[in-house]
């Protein structure tokens, strides 16, 4: 079973930023935060991850709580492309021969409204 | 740079017969992992391979099988298909970077079985 508790949809407005939230308050303390997003009919992709610092790249901003027992996803100007599910998953790492597997829940679905 | 390449995109099989999929991991990327969605759910891990063996395996039948080979491409194998089997196969390639492991998915193989 996922570990993690999201919301089953939200809406936004383009132009607007996007904060998707995520409770994972069984997390361990080597597991690491991953955020994917999957557009109708193509593959999962990679937007970011982390472990207990706020990261930020490219795509989206993720903010981790203190005590890491939830975060929240950020596309800061969203665009109607930025319609998606959004996963939140939770994993251990291993290291490189042991890589914990991705536990996929039902995701949100994120749809960017004009 | 290529990312992930699964072939064929698109299979039509009938009950009882065999099916293997193929994937080309994104360059630099060890580690391949096989996932299986059904339509309307989440992705669900099948098996990763790295160093050309099976390190880990989810809830599914020995009738999957896998195979990867030297240049650390990769077979998913079905034996004795199932209407049930009908999904999308994904592959996801990952290498070990200090920080994490994020595994990068190819659209994957769309399976139908009649």
């Known amino acids: 079973d996922a570990k993690t508790t999201q919301p089953t949809s939200m809406d936004c407005a383009e132009g607007r930023a996007a904060n998707l939230p995520c409770n994972h308050s069984?997390?361990?303390?080597?597991?690491?935060v991953y955020w994917y997003r999957q557009i109708h009919s193509q593959g999962p992709q990679y937007i970011i991850h982390g472990l207990k610092n706020n990261e930020t790249n490219e795509m989206a901003s993720l903010i981790i709580t203190e005590d890491r027992k939830s975060s929240t996803l950020i596309l800061p100007h969203a665009t109607l492309r930025d319609t998606a599910v959004y996963y939140c998953?939770?994993?251990?790492?291993?290291?490189?021969?042991?890589?914990?597997?991705?536990?996929f829940g039902q995701g949100t679905t994120l749809q960017v409204k004009p | 740079d290529a990312g992930v390449t699964q072939s064929p995109t698109h299979l039509i099989k009938t009950r009882g017969q065999q099916v293997t999929l193929r994937c080309s991991p994104k360059s630099g990327h060890d580690t391949v992992s096989w996932y299986q969605q059904a339509l309307g759910q989440g992705p669900q891990f099948i098996f990763q391979y790295y160093e050309e063996e099976e390190r880990q395996r989810g809830n599914f039948p020995d009738r999957f099988s896998g195979h990867q080979f030297p240049n650390y491409s990769s077979e998913l194998n079905v034996n004795a298909l199932l209407l049930g089997d009908s999904a999308l196969y994904l592959c996801?390639?990952?290498?070990?970077?200090?920080?994490?492991?994020?595994?990068?998915f190819g659209d994957g193989t769309r399976l139908s079985i009649l």
């Open positions: 996801a390639s990952s290498v070990w970077i200090n920080g994490g492991q994020p595994q990068h």
């Open positions: 069984t997390i361990s303390g080597n597991e690491y």
């Open positions: 998953i939770v994993r251990v790492e291993y290291g490189s021969s042991n890589t914990g597997k991705l536990i």
